[in-house]
């Protein structure tokens, strides 16, 4: 089956650096998408890597290996304002916008 | 721009009744989506649009039905509520070529069916 992994929460302090990871295993892949989702809003873009490597947008980069079928996502300089969920999601199949989402990492950020 | 606008926000259905969840987006995206969110849980494809006139399943389609009534309104329709499709519903939006995998959500819709 398809499936992507994440941890379920990650705790870190106002100021500092957390990643979360998201592995993917899916018959096929166009690209790792983020998402951030505050309690109660809708979900909102972060960043897409097609393509191994660091994008970097900001406080947030978002990184890729195909060969690992890994990514993850870097917040930096971490505010209260980071507290949400962040959902990775993977486009498995060409010439369609069908997506898979993971079950999403709930961070806390104290101060 | 409104950007993607869902109707209604609440409703609770008795099982066995219908309905139909509205969205609608301004951006003049090709591509439209409903996803369902449960608690504690990632959102699931139901059905997706890649362009006006078209719609495929997705990861969860059984209960529900879809329209493409031009581009920019995609409905969302159960025939014959469940308990079990209690959850929020999220419309979104894409655009092509290089925005294609950027994805605009609409605000949701918290269904509750007894």
């Known amino acids: 089956g398809q499936s992507l992994e994440q941890p379920s929460e990650v705790t870190a302090v106002e100021g500092a650096i957390v990643q979360i990871n998201c592995t993917y295993q899916?018959?096929?892949?166009?690209?790792l998408s983020w998402y951030q989702q505050h309690d109660g809003g809708a979900p909102t873009f972060l960043s897409y890597?097609?393509?191994?490597g660091l994008e970097e947008t900001g406080r947030f980069s978002s990184f890729l290996s195909r060969s690992d079928s890994y990514g993850y996502l870097l917040l930096q300089e971490l505010q209260m304002k980071d507290s949400a969920s962040y959902f990775c999601?993977?486009?498995?199949?060409?010439?369609?916008?069908?997506?898979?989402f993971g079950t999403g990492t709930r961070l806390k950020v104290l101060a | 721009n409104a950007g993607v606008t869902q109707t209604p926000k609440f409703q609770v259905l008795k099982t066995g009744q219908s309905m139909t969840l509205q969205c609608a987006q301004d951006?003049?995206?090709?591509?439209m989506y409903w996803y369902r969110q449960d608690p504690g849980m990632g959102l699931r494809l139901i059905y997706y649009?890649?362009?006006?006139?078209?719609?495929d399943k997705g990861e969860v389609p059984n209960g529900y039905n879809v329209s493409r009534l031009n581009k920019r309104e995609f409905s969302l329709r159960l025939e014959s509520a469940a308990p079990s499709q209690t959850s929020v519903y999220f419309c979104?939006?894409?655009?092509?070529?290089?925005?294609?995998?950027?994805?605009?959500f609409g605000p949701g819709t918290r269904l509750t069916v007894l």
């Open positions: 890597n097609a393509l191994d």
């Open positions: 649009s890649a362009s006006e006139g078209t719609t």
């Open positions: 899916t018959s096929g892949f166009y690209g």
């Open positions: 979104a939006s894409s655009g092509a070529g290089s925005q294609a995998d950027t994805q605009y």
């Open positions: 999601a993977v486009r498995a199949t060409s010439g369609t916008y069908k997506y898979i």
């Open positions: 951006m003049n995206h090709n591509s």
